[in-house]
Every structure is written in structure tokens, then in C-alpha cells.
């Protein structure tokens, strides 16, 4: 069975950043595109970036230059790195595996 496990989120000031973790069972990261959304009170869920089976990505306008996602393959683990926090980064960030499993997501706030 499949589990996706969200961690690494929290408060952090404008300017600040945060580094979350999505350690992936029973399946391996490698295989499959993995990508990280987030969800903000009232809205849509919405695409932040995305990493390929071939190791390519892909990010939301919102996010490029300030966010990188990485995969470390031994781990199993994808990775947000998200720098230069502003205001409307945040939300719930959910890592989904193939378009077909979530994770519970990691609340982050960005909030002075």
C-alpha cells in the first residue's frame, strides 16, 4: 500500500524559508512523477511544482526562481525548497504521486 508522508512545514516570517519532505512507502519516488500542491483557505487546490520520472521539472509562475523540488532516490524522498516566503505562500502543501495518491499535507504560514 502506498502512503506519501508530508513533514518540514510551519510559521515563518516574509523572506524566510522552509524546506518540506515527502518520504514516500510502498512505491518508489523514482518511477513516477511527483509533484506538490498547495491549497489555501477559500481556494482551489493548485499545482507548485513538479519533478518527472526523467528528472525534469516544472513550476507554477507564482513560485519560479523561489522554489526548487529535488528527489533523493536512496531516501525515497521528494523534496520543496522554498525560499523567499512571501504572504500568499501560504497554505496546506499536499505531495501527490503519479496524479493518483496524496498525502495528509504540512500546514505552512508565512505571517510577520
Known amino acids: 500500500q502506498v502512503q506519501l508522508v508530508e513533514s518540514g512545514g510551519g510559521l515563518v516570517q516574509p523572506g524566510g524559508s522552509l524546506r518540506l519532505s515527502c518520504l514516500a512507502s510502498?512505491?518508489?519516488?523514482?518511477?513516477?512523477?511527483m509533484t506538490w500542491y498547495r491549497q489555501a483557505p477559500g481556494q482551489k487546490r493548485e499545482l507548485v511544482a513538479r519533478?518527472?520520472?526523467?528528472?525534469?521539472?516544472n513550476y507554477s509562475d507564482s513560485v519560479k526562481g523561489r522554489f526548487t523540488i529535488s528527489r533523493d532516490n536512496a531516501k525515497n524522498t521528494v523534496y520543496l525548497q522554498m525560499n523567499s516566503l512571501k504572504l500568499e505562500d501560504t497554505a496546506v502543501y499536499y505531495c501527490?504521486?503519479?496524479?493518483?495518491?496524496w498525502g495528509q499535507g504540512t500546514q505552512v504560514t508565512v505571517s510577520s
Open positions: 501527490n504521486l503519479a496524479g493518483v495518491k
Open positions: 510502498g512505491s518508489r519516488v523514482s518511477l513516477y512523477a
Open positions: 519533478i518527472t520520472s526523467g528528472g525534469s521539472t
